[in-house]
């Protein structure tokens, strides 16, 4: 078990130095998030294998407080190889666990922004691909 401390550095280490950090230029989806009242801005950019439904790329840009973008990174981190259900499945505990809950619970809606904006793409894909299956007459 990391103490808080052990949190705190592991969060301050991927908010210096962002993981996955970037824009993808031919990203299927660029789905843009954030906490307005707070300031905390993420665009995500994803890339899926159409064959598999896995995440083959997943980076993002943004600005704002040390947890909701070191939760951005972390996340990139901990969804690579992993298929659209089972992102789906993703509960906030999970990112919450890994981040440090007790260090992150003082601002929920900052540690949560990554996995929702997360999610939102992958909606986003599943429908772009729903339309893609219409037009085609599927």
């Known amino acids: 078990m990391l103490s808080r401390q052990d949190y705190i550095d592991f969060l301050l280490d991927h908010y210096q130095n962002p993981r996955h950090h970037g824009k993808i230029e031919n990203a299927e989806v ?6 307005p009242g707070c300031g905390d801005v993420i665009t995500l950019y994803l890339k899926v294998d159409p064959e598999t439904e896995k995440l083959s790329e997943l980076t993002f840009e943004g600005e704002g407080c040390t947890i909701s973008q070191a939760s951005t990174s972390v996340l990139t981190e901990m969804v690579e190889g992993m298929t659209l259900t089972e992102i789906e499945d993703m509960g906030h505990d999970d990112l919450l666990d890994t981040l440090g809950r007790d260090v992150v619970m003082s601002r929920p809606r900052c540690a949560m922004l990554s996995l929702d904006t997360l999610k939102s793409a992958v909606r986003e894909y ?3 691909q729903r339309q893609a299956e219409a037009a085609r007459g599927e």
């Open 30 to 35: 660029v789905r843009p998030g954030g906490n």
């Open 126 to 128: 599943r429908q772009q």
